[in-house]
């Protein structure tokens, strides 16, 4: 028997083989959260994408903490404390959705959530992360300003010390759930430094107006939070943490998951164009057998499958406890890019039909304008990967 007729046959939608890297835990972590997007989600994102809204937000969240998709990478309080690996191949799965229901997942557990459950009171926890954990409870997280977002040290928001009590003032601004969120972390300058808070939604002062007129991320809720003489307890504030390293630290595990789910979207992209162009005709014959089409799709699976790959490694490494916060800045840089780019070509392939909400290419590839910013822009990534190869920092 030669050795060729040994290999496994070659699967187009995993061509090099990264299933096999896969545990059968892992997998079906896969499987369930992708059989819960094309159920539940993929029928309707584009009307929900369409009319600018998500009118089912309190449903779906209930339906992923039934799922164990909120908070999964943590432990205890009802959280799934599945791996790194499988928190990301969920958040593949729900970007290949829509941007905004990953990003739903996202600000939930790997910025809320993970915010109380890494430097919240044995208090804090229990009175908040089971029932976010359940999707019962809803959160958000506070910390970008309308006049400082790349630059968190600047915020303005300040909290002041009035007896035992705390008093916040100010503004954030694109906070995703904010307007839907039973406890929002916020963050702010206080004279011992920067500090979190958990703050109740309906303590008198707060409120979170949605903000509309978005092209992108149009299946998800985006607001601002306006504090204004919010008076809280002293148990609000978030004990074990002070300073930037709070925050930071947060958004290092949710660029993590974004590393997974702008793959999700990509994937998304490129089965549409894989789809499209064989089913499509010109000139007599199917346009997937044309020499540009296919240079271009051939191009987009490279691209796809090393970003999927390379989430794989970091996962792996989050998962030993050697995950460094550069790597994650290589990794959103890198894979938000590409998937951008997968679109758009994506969008070539389907010619006119690609603006058409009827495919899910313009969906996604507005969608991943947003998620390029959020999270560190790419000038951000570009200066910490800088500033890790040269020891010269050029953010001053």
Request: with cysteine.
């Amino acid at each position: 028997m030669s050795v060729a007729s040994k290999l496994p046959p070659f699967d187009p939608s995993d061509p090099l083989g990264i299933d096999d890297l896969l545990e059968p835990e892992d997998l079906a972590v896969r499987d369930t959260v992708r059989r819960w997007a094309a159920e539940r989600v993929l029928p309707r994102v584009a009307e929900w994408y369409e009319a600018g809204e998500l009118p089912e937000i309190r449903e779906l969240a209930r339906e992923l903490g039934a799922i164990g998709a909120l908070g999964m990478s943590l432990g205890g309080y009802g959280c799934a404390g599945a791996s790194a690996v499988q928190y990301g191949l969920a958040c593949l799965e729900l970007e290949a959705a829509d941007s905004g229901i990953r990003s739903l997942v996202s600000v939930q557990g790997s910025l809320a959530m993970y915010a109380i459950h890494r430097f919240g009171s044995e208090e804090q926890k229990q009175a908040w992360l089971p029932r976010m954990a359940a999707g019962e409870v809803i959160g958000c997280f506070g910390l970008t300003e309308p006049d400082h977002g790349s630059d968190p040290a600047s915020m303005r928001t300040y909290a002041r010390k009035d007896g035992t009590d705390w008093v916040l003032n100010g503004r954030k601004m694109w906070i995703t759930n904010g307007s839907v969120a039973g406890v929002a972390v916020v963050w702010a300058r206080t004279d011992e430094g920067v500090r979190g808070f958990a703050v109740p939604a309906g303590t008198p002062g707060f409120s979170a107006p949605e903000i509309k007129h978005k092209w992108s991320l149009r299946a998800s809720v985006t607001s601002e939070l306006v504090l204004d003489d919010v008076r809280l307890p002293a148990d609000a504030v978030l004990p074990e943490v002070s300073g930037l390293r709070g925050p930071l630290s947060c958004l290092s595990h949710a660029r993590y998951g974004i590393v997974w789910g702008a793959m999700g979207a990509a994937r998304a992209c490129f089965e549409a164009a894989v789809d499209y162009a064989k089913n499509r005709e010109q000139f007599g014959r199917p346009i997937g057998g044309f020499q540009l089409t296919q240079a271009k799709l051939a191009d987009m699976a490279v691209e796809l499958h090393k970003g999927i790959l390379l989430a794989h490694h970091l996962g792996r490494r989050m998962d030993a406890g050697r995950l460094r916060p550069e790597q994650v800045s290589f990794g959103k840089l890198n894979n938000v890019r590409e998937a951008i780019d997968i679109c758009r070509t994506a969008r070539t392939i389907l010619g006119a039909n690609g603006i058409s909400l009827e495919y899910p290419v313009m969906r996604h590839a507005t969608n991943l304008e947003s998620v390029l910013t959020y999270e560190g822009t790419v000038e951000m990534h570009q200066l910490v990967l800088g500033k890790a190869l040269t020891g010269l920092d050029a953010f001053r």
